[in-house]
């Protein structure tokens, strides 16, 4: 059973099933944009967007997570003594994640989830969910994820792949996660859909006509391109906001913080941004990218060097082109990307070096 | 617009040519619709690819905190009241600058453009009073009015206020109620005020785009990266979340040219300029005070008079 | 799965105050819970978070030993708003201990050769746990010549002082202690730390390694004395700071290129160094 169809009048049904044994969490109109929310019992997902606004990156990686709670009372016999928060790791999935966002979730977890460390906040909540896809036919102007090692009907990082037909929607099994979510949802009917996929997928590929070309990105030198004189000209416009590294379903950093009310404390993880000064301010006053234009050139330099010469898997960007769309003063990552796949060294050296 | 542009062109290449400014600071054209992006120009061969029409919605005031080169900067009417604020302010000073004036016509609200068409938005023209979309290779035909930025809509100084170059003849200034959102809040009940502003703010990520695109926020420090001692919350409590907002509003009182660069940039689409227009509505009807109107008086909150009626302050 | 957020329980067993001007003290902690010291186990050269719970978590290299074993030690400089508070704390105070974190000096690659310690100010925490551990009767013998120049403001703002004058009695590690200008009393050498190792450092080679941490402009006029000594970049061992927040390599700030403080330092080579962006 590869391939699974499921009449749209079954849909509802099937979702009202799962919700017995999975939180679902699907892309929602709010105002006049889309976003992922948690589905009330009985709400559908809205499959009418193209992209969401905000990545679902917050259902994994909240904004604001509580990790550590303690008692400051002195009474109490465990005060100030730190305890794990139990995060919530029942069922939970993801529906109509589109397949961008879904090879984010596969780029993150190799930041949380390491060979020496692991985010036991992150793992438990990545183990938990079921990534049920949704294949991407009209792809917006800002899409690029041809060119990232992804793609419209990419399969990496999803359990299950919807691809929408008239009347019911085509279901790809990836993963037994996926199967078993088919299954609790009664959705058995197999049938074969190999063909169909493989025609829609080029139809859909052949859509996105913006790219950015990355062959050049490892080899080229890396105290070169920090040195390169471009950043400056990039930075002018740059306002220095988190929009990009929010919006973005890549960006992981984050910031540890504690807050107490009244005698109870806890300890969050709470997204962080690469663009702000305070992100990697000293105590003494001493900041090591104080510059606006050396913190735009460390997203860039991350996204597109680093994280391609530490990983080996490509470029830290999906092609999702959110960033693209929200930055408020049209900073363009394929711009950038372009630029820093094609430097030359010979020319002048950027003046923001220190 | 392309009179504009040719104008525009022409005055910055002079400017640099004969060495009268180090750069010009303005628009050039963006790599996606209804986007422009801030730019400077060091060369006057560069001058070309300077543009203009209703999408330059950056205040460019913002690009002049303490630069020390002589500069040739655009101005729209707000972007001029801005420098007029930033001149009072001790941000630039006035020798520095060839203010080359743009009598505007207001700017397309990008949200709102977008959130009209269930399609991908390819291309926005303009031609006069209509604005031609084209979803899906459709082509829609707007009136400009329609699409306004809701602050150019309202908007009752178009013209520059200080100008050294002027690109076209000035515009006819309008004759609107800036007011009427404003009073709508103000006549809710206390209850109602509460549920408005929580529902207005719950999505705000704390990106800080809306602070860091207006020329007003140049605090070296600003107030949310305080750590020693930190002064707001880092999270998402709402208690956060609304300090930020009521605090950056407030330290707009007096100062705010409602240029709506804030609103612009924000990426969840939050109107935050109900909070500044309020602040701007008091500073009008309580000190009769337009902000970046003038370089010979101080914002009202940052002027002490000895013959100040109120007596709080003696 | 380890919880690499969650600190161990520790009681704060004993404060000493560090310098003359009060503005270091020296924390020494003992783990509440039984095991807690053996999963600690760490290496010369390594930090650890100490961690205030309500207040937040600093970064501190570890000052004691491995070879000495029922507590960890830490010398912190009163500076910011978890070191200002934990300054205020008292001997019984329970607070957390995150760690040991990072890399450390490379013990491996050190052994047979001499080793040339170059240390400034309030910088001596990890080179008082490396000299301890290199001195220790089990492991002395793996070691060559030990030369240790060490140079402070005024007597009194030398870091571990008895443990230095026991140091300069024995014979088998060279001390060269310095302050900036002539005190009574004191009976080494004057001047600052740069000219100090130039006159007083043995020559670089093969078989020397040099371990340098001290304050940036230490660090500025240092490195050109060991080149002029002869010591290649890779022979030079230095250990970098930066904001953290982590320790453990995901928080991302602490980067400097590809390379994360933290994580894959903070000890790194000069020749490391040179190689990777001015971010720190």
Known sequence: ????????????????????????????????????????????????????????????????????????????????????????????????????????????????????????????????????????????????????????????????????????????????????????????????????????????????????????????????????????????????????????????????????????????????????????????????????????????????KYFVDKYDTGIMCVGCGRCVSQCPVNIDIRRVCDLMNNYKTDEAACTVQD | MSEYNDKIREISQRLLKECQVDMVIGFRKGSMPMMNEPCFIKNAKDAAQLVWDSNCGINLANYLTNRTEKIGIIAKGCDSRNIVTHIIENKISREQLVIIGVPCQGMIDKHKTTSMFAGDIQDVTEDGGKIKITVNGQVNELDKADVLQKNCAVCTHRNPVIYDEMVADPVEEQNVDRYEDVRQIEAMNPEEKWNYFEELLSPCIRCYACKNACPLCYCPTCFVDESKPQWVGKGQDPTDVRTFHFLRAFHCGGRCTDCGACERACPVGINMRVFTKKLEKDSFEQFGWEAGLTLDERPPLDTYRPDDPDEFIK | MLN???????????????????????????????????????????????????????????????????????????????????????????????????????????????????????????????????????????????????????????????????????????????????????????????????????????????????????????????EKLGYAHDHIIMSLENRMKCGFGMCGRCGIGKELVCKDGPVFTLDQINKTPKEY
Request: hydrophobic share 35%.
């Open chain 1, 1 to 304: 059973m590869t391939f699974v169809k499921i009449d749209k009048k079954q849909w509802a049904q099937g979702l009202a099933t799962l919700q017995k044994s999975y939180r679902l969490f699907g892309p929602s109109k709010e105002k006049d944009y889309y976003n992922y929310k948690a589905l009330d019992v009985g709400e559908q997902p809205d499959f009418g967007f193209s992209n969401t606004r905000l990545s679902p990156k917050a259902i994994l990686f909240p904004q604001s997570e509580t990790i550590i709670e303690f008692s400051l009372d002195e009474n109490a016999a465990d005060h100030h003594i730190m305890k794990s928060i139990e995060t919530d790791s029942s069922p939970r999935a993801i529906l109509g994640i589109r397949p961008c966002d879904a090879k984010a979730v596969r780029l993150v977890n190799l930041n949380f989830d390491t060979p020496e460390y692991q985010d036991p906040y992150w793992v438990k909540a990545l183990d938990a969910t079921t990534f049920v896809g949704l294949a991407c036919d009209d792809p917006k102007s800002t899409c690029f994820c041809t060119s990232t090692g992804c793609g419209p009907y990419n399969e990496e990082g999803l359990d299950l792949l919807l691809i929408e037909e008239d009347a019911q929607y085509l279901a790809k099994v990836l993963t037994d996660k996926g199967r078993a979510f088919a299954e609790a949802a009664g959705w058995n009917t197999a049938t074969d859909g190999e063909a169909d996929i493989d025609a829609r997928k080029a139809t859909a590929e052949a859509k996105i006509t913006a790219s950015v070309s990355m062959e050049n990105l490892k080899n080229q030198d890396l105290m070169d391109l920090h040195g390169a004189s471009f950043w400056e000209d990039i930075a002018f416009a740059c306002i220095n906001c988190g929009t990009c590294t929010f919006t973005c379903p890549t960006c992981w950093c984050f910031d540890l913080q504690d807050e107490v009310h009244g005698k109870t404390g806890k300890r969050m993880k709470n997204w962080d941004s690469c663009m702000f000064p305070l992100f990697t301010l000293h105590t003494t006053g001493h900041n090591p990218r104080g510059t606006k234009t050396q913190r735009l050139r460390q997203r860039f330099m991350h996204k597109l």
């Open chain 3, 4 to 226: 690499p957020y969650l600190p161990y329980p520790v009681r704060i067993d004993d404060i000493e105050i560090a310098t003359e001007d009060k503005s270091l003290k020296t924390f020494k902690f003992v783990f509440l819970n039984p095991g807690d010291e053996e999963k600690f186990a760490y290496n010369a050269g390594q930090f650890a978070e100490l961690s205030v719970p309500g207040v937040g978590e600093i970064p501190i290299g570890i000052a004691s030993s491995p070879v000495e074993k029922g507590f960890v030690k830490f010398t912190v400089f009163r500076a910011g708003v978890v070191t200002s508070h934990l300054h205020n704390m008292k001997v019984g105070d329970i607070m957390g201990l995150r760690g040991p974190l990072g890399n450390w000096y490379p013990w491996d690659l050190l052994e047979g050769k001499n080793i040339l310690i170059v240390g400034g100010g309030f910088a001596f925490t990890t080179l008082r746990s490396s000299i301890i551990y290199m001195l220790d009767p089990e492991n002395r013998s793996r070691f060559g010549n030990i030369d240790v120049v060490y140079g402070a403001r005024t007597p009194g703002m030398l870091l571990y002082k008895d443990e230095l004058v026991a140091w300069e009695k024995r014979d088998d590690i060279n001390m060269h202690l310095t302050i900036d200008a002539p005190a009574d009393g004191w009976e080494y050498n004057v001047g600052f730390t740069p000219p100090v190792t130039e006159q007083k450092a043995p020559q670089g080679d093969d078989a020397t390694y040099a371990i340098v941490c001290g304050p940036p402009i230490m660090i500025k006029f240092t490195l050109p004395v060991l």
